[in-house]
């Protein structure tokens, strides 16, 4: 059993004040692979009066400065990869193939970025033509408060960790009490990089307990979040009362239009993506919009698709599915697809209960619903796990329209070959991210979105701004 007690605080590995174990749970197994604490208010206190401390020298470095840690951080992840990658695997089921590839690949890969967009960010500048000594200068906000999800782990807390060193922002960091063990691995690269004390802080705990610390505290000017609606909600009711910044990375149910004129492979592309990370990303393809001439060919693909999604052991190497994260996970999504049954979807793969085989470890079966309409509960709610909803459109306009009927509005797709039809739906569909035909967004593009899925954007440039007070300058001497 993994013993990981101790919080960073201040440069140092410190017990937590009062003892309050927390096991973490092996979703493949269902028992205990880990135990950690769950910080207490003396916690919190301590590690937010650690950054506070260390916050004028920290954000007087030159940007230079802060940047040289970053390349370190990022040369000790690299060296440590393996150990990420294993480390996600065991908390939250990563399979070991995947965890590689793209859960630890998108901590390095948002690392590098940054780097890139630190390089070229202009600290001061002038604001503009025909107006001498009007300048504009982005300057760290303070103290923040970061609270990520246990999804995507390492994603979530360098596009965080990051750009606040960057800005030169001190942080206080409350990963998932979830999936904790890769955060507490990171901080060991912090520490070993060099970071000066009291920049980074962790401290592990729940939403009502450090986290609503952190919501609430003070001496924090901002809160940069990643997880549910309601949790975001929670904090920016509760950071109103010290009129933080509050910065939402939010749930999604994102649209995918499949037009009849699409490459072979988009339907393919459409599930497989859905499926991914075992259907736990906010940006999932999870409503597969179909024009009707086609549809029928679709759900042929489609189901095809399914079966050939194979879910097994997260240790074994392979493209299968792993489990998702947890008991109550599980339950949620075991009642969404009843409730799809319910509402009268059409079962065409998967369903109810785990796949053959598994019969411990919180597996889901590979499950797509044809002939769904808008309003059924599995078009309608973020489900986070593999499970496809697919419904037919006659026009266009009634595809846009029944996209754009959600609350969300993180991530939408499309599928076309016709060139005017893909930029003309790319302005139309409301969200903070469209893609069309499998493309990239491109290294160093923002991540965020509209409407529920929070106002975030982070990466790149954006996700250093973020994490700035932009200062109105008048009466600089050139
Ligand atoms: P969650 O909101 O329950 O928890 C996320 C984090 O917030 C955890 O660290 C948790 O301890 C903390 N938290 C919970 N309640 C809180 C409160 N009242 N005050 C302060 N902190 C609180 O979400 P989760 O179950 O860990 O993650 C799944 C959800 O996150 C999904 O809905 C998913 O769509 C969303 N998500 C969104 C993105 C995105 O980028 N938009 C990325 C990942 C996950």
Not at 59 to 76: D, F, G
Not at 262 to 270: I, L, Y
Request: charged fraction near 25%; include cysteine.
């Amino acid at each position: 059993m993994i013993e990981k007690r101790d919080f960073y605080i201040n440069g140092r590995w410190t017990a937590p004040a009062a003892a309050r174990d927390y096991a973490v749970i092996d979703p493949s197994t269902e028992e205990p692979c880990a135990v950690i604490s769950l910080g207490d208010r003396a916690d919190t206190e301590a590690a937010v009066a650690a950054a506070k401390a260390a916050l004028p020298a920290w954000r007087a470095t030159a940007p230079e400065e802060r940047l040289a840690y970053v390349e370190k951080i990022l040369a000790i992840y690299k060296e440590r990869y393996e150990e990420m990658a294993e480390a996600m695997s065991l908390e939250m089921g990563a399979p070991i193939d995947f965890a590689r590839s793209e859960q630890a690949g998108a901590g390095t890969w948002h690392i590098e970025n940054f780097i890139k967009a630190a390089k070229d960010f202009e600290w001061v500048h002038p604001l503009g033509d025909g107006t001498p000594g009007a300048m504009i200068a982005y300057e760290a906000i303070g103290v923040v408060g970061l609270i990520t999800p246990w999804n995507w782990p390492m994603n979530q807390v360098t596009l965080k960790v990051i750009p606040a060193l960057i800005a030169g922002c001190t942080m206080v960091l409350k990963p998932s009490e979830e999936a904790p063990l890769s955060s507490l691995l990171f901080a060991e690269f912090i520490h070993d990089a060099g970071v000066p004390a009291g920049v980074f802080n962790l401290v592990n705990g729940d939403g009502v307990g450090v986290g609503s610390q952190l919501s609430t505290h003070p001496d924090i000017q901002m809160i940069s979040f990643t997880g549910s609606t309601r949790a975001g909600k929670a904090i920016s009711i509760a950071a109103a009362e010290t009129l933080k910044r509050v910065v939402l990375e939010l749930g999604g149910k994102g649209a995918n239009l499949v037009f009849a004129d699409c490459d072979e492979k988009a339907v393919k592309r459409g599930v497989r993506h859905m499926f991914e990370n075992t259907g736990q990303s906010c940006n999932a393809p999870s409503r597969m919009l179909v024009e009707r001439s086609y549809y029928e060919k679709a759900l042929e693909i489609a189901a095809q698709t399914a079966a050939e999604t194979q879910t097994g052991n997260p240790r074994e190497p392979g493209r299968h599915l792993g489990p998702v994260i947890n008991k109550s996970q599980f339950e949620k999504i075991q009642g969404l697809i009843e409730s799809g049954i319910k509402e009268g979807a059409r079962l065409i793969a998967g369903g109810l209960g785990r796949p053959e085989g598994l019969n411990k470890g919180y597996y889901v079966r590979p499950t797509i619903f044809a002939d769904c309409t808008p309003e059924m509960t599995i078009m309608r709610e973020e489900i986070f796990g593999p499970v496809l909803s697919i419904m037919p459109f006659d026009t266009e306009e009634e595809a846009v329209a029944i996209a754009n009927d959600t609350p969300y509005g993180l991530t939408n797709y499309l599928q076309t070959q016709d060139p005017a039809r893909t930029n003309r739906l790319l302005r139309a569909l409301d969200a903070g991210m469209v893609v069309a035909n499998g493309k990239s967004r491109g290294a160093g593009a923002p991540f965020g979105g509209v409407k529920a899925s929070g106002r975030a954007r982070e990466g790149g440039r954006w996700g250093i701004e973020e994490f700035c007070d932009v200062k109105s300058i008048g009466g600089w001497v050139e």
